[in-house]
């Protein structure tokens, strides 16, 4: 399978589940290590409709020389976040738990003591998680300035408020793995908050 092929394929999945509404959300996937760089979805494509053609080859900073295709304005922080991670394949999606609660936890959403934090990677029992939260910011560089700052290795994912959440991992497989296991922990966080924090 290609990238275009395996990226067009994770889209459409993730579009049935309704976190790529509206063209939203972007996928990537890492071609070359040295010097970076990414094949990730272009720019402004229905997600559940995409092709193995509509993905274009990135740097680090997103940039591409690509003369005809426009890569998603979040490139760059999927670069970034490769680039800081060695991850081999980042998520972006616009599903609605983390933005929810990132209202509620603005300065990191803390999980524990829960069955599907093992597929997040971590532990089912007496292992706290906090998945980092930053503010939204149309400017990669600082997206990716707080991402940098806040990062953990034993925590592949980042919640942006009032936007979305990126995830990452190996592969895309086992990005989509943890992206399908932090959805529902999130919404188990919401659904069980009381007043309190
Ligand atoms: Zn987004």
Not at 9 to 15: D, H, L, N
Not at 37 to 47: F, H, M, Q
Not at 72 to 97: F, P
């Amino acid at each position: 399978m290609t990238p275009g092929e395996a990226l067009a394929a994770e889209c459409a999945r993730y579009a049935a589940m309704g976190w790529m509404r509206g063209t939203s959300g972007n996928l990537s996937v890492v071609v070359a290590r040295d010097p970076l760089r990414l094949a990730v979805t272009v720019s402004g494509r229905d997600k559940g409709e995409l092709t193995a053609d509509d993905v274009v080859v990135v740097d680090a900073e997103g940039r591409t020389d690509d003369p005809l295709k426009v890569p998603s304005a979040e490139a760059g922080l999927h670069g970034r976040i490769a680039a800081v991670s060695g991850a081999g394949a980042v998520v972006h999606v616009h599903a609605l738990a983390p933005v929810v609660a990132a209202e509620y936890w603005p300065e990191g959403v803390e999980l524990r003591d829960l069955e599907m934090l093992k597929g997040f990677g971590r532990s089912a029992h007496d292992d706290l998680v906090v998945v980092p939260v930053v503010p939204n910011d149309q400017d990669m560089r600082v997206l990716g300035d707080a991402f940098e700052a806040g990062y953990r290795e034993d925590v592949p994912a980042l919640i942006v408020a009032r936007h979305g959440v990126y995830v990452w991992g190996e592969d895309l497989y086992r990005a989509r793995h943890r992206l399908e296991c932090l959805e529902w922990l999130l919404r188990f966080k919401i659904e069980t908050r009381r007043d309190q924090r």
